[in-house]
């Protein structure tokens, strides 16, 4: 008798009965099924690779004269490339939603659950191979800013920011996540992921400080996590200012962002799949 027509109870102790080797198992075997998804569509790594270098140049030689002026454009190199990296993680969170709806769309979905297996490694493997393509689009940012004069002055500082971004970029997830089971198609979750990126992006100090704002936006900005991530990666990599309050707010939200959202989307991928 198959797993698909066993009653509900005998099928939730099967799946109980899943030890932590058969779950990393199957959870390499997700990951490696997303991995070579991507290698027959390339295409999906785009974002990755191609909007770091185009924020960057776009910023750096746009706006980097407007904001910091002509002369001090290697100073604002210094300024907005760690405040990319934290707005690199909310763009690449965005593209798992999208990702996981059309798995839900495509039938793929209804293949995995007449396996045996945990339905959160289905969710843990997806965001491993995100953090995975965020790692990429953070090289390629940093790639474009050495290039156009980056300096870091503390390199372990520079590894420390990198993580701190992908241990908010792993709280994000969460949310598009349950987006991409909840909403019901693709095309929603980029409207509302839009429409939520935009403010907190441009509200917070990747761009320009947060001193040349209005008051009621720089309010915005103190409880902007984007800011404290932007500031901590940048006394992170080249000091100059303290960046303990930043860093221990930027993991206080990946914190609760985890705790609260994790459990929503796999409790509500667990109902629809």
């Not at 993680?89 to 659950?113: E, H, K, L, Y």
């Not at 393509?133 to 520079?158: C, D, Q, Y």
């Given at each position: 008798m198959s797993s698909a027509t066993l009653p509900a109870p005998a099928a939730q102790v099967f799946e109980g009965r899943i030890g932590l080797r058969a779950n990393l198992r199957h959870i390499g075997a997700l990951v490696r099924r997303n991995l070579l998804w991507i290698r027959q569509d390339p295409e999906s790594m785009f974002d990755a690779v191609l909007m770091p270098i185009v924020f960057t140049l776009l910023f750096v030689f746009v706006f980097g004269g407007a904001i910091a002026g002509t002369q001090n454009r290697d100073a604002y190199v210094n300024y907005v490339v760690p405040g990319l990296m934290a707005m690199m993680?909310?763009?690449?969170?965005?593209?798992?939603?999208?990702?996981?709806?059309?798995?839900?769309?495509?039938?793929?979905?209804?293949?995995?659950?007449s396996l045996p297996i945990a339905r959160f490694s289905v969710l843990i493997a997806k965001i491993t191979v995100e953090i995975g393509?965020?790692?990429?689009?953070?090289?390629?940012?940093?790639?474009?800013?050495?290039?156009?004069?980056?300096?870091?002055?503390?390199?372990?500082?520079?590894?420390?920011?990198?993580?701190?971004?992908?241990?908010?970029?792993?709280?994000?997830?969460?949310?598009?996540?349950?987006?991409?089971?909840?909403?019901?198609?693709?095309?929603?979750?980029?409207?509302?992921?839009?429409?939520?990126?935009?403010?907190?992006?441009?509200?917070?100090?990747?761009?320009?400080?947060?001193?040349?704002?209005?008051?009621?936006?720089?309010?915005?900005?103190?409880?902007?996590?984007?800011?404290?991530?932007?500031?901590?990666?940048?006394?992170?990599?080249n000091g100059g200012q303290p960046i303990g309050h930043d860093v221990m707010v930027t993991v206080l939200w990946s914190v609760v962002l985890t705790a609260v959202m994790a459990p929503i989307a796999i409790r509500k991928f667990t109902t629809k799949a």
């Open positions: 993680g909310m763009n690449i969170a965005m593209g798992v939603g999208t990702g996981f709806n059309q798995d839900f769309q495509t039938g793929v979905m209804d293949r995995f659950r393509r965020m790692l990429v689009a953070t090289a390629v940012l940093l790639t474009v800013g050495f290039v156009l004069g980056l300096s870091v002055a503390n390199v372990p500082g520079l590894f420390a920011a990198i993580g701190l971004s992908m241990v908010f970029g792993f709280g994000i997830m969460w949310i598009f996540l349950t987006m991409g089971v909840v909403m019901k198609n693709a095309q929603a979750i980029q409207a509302m992921g839009f429409l939520v990126l935009m403010p907190l992006q441009f509200g917070s100090s990747i761009f320009a400080p947060t001193s040349t704002m209005p008051g009621w936006l720089q309010a915005f900005t103190d409880y902007n996590p984007l800011s404290s991530l932007a500031d901590a990666a940048r006394g992170l990599m």
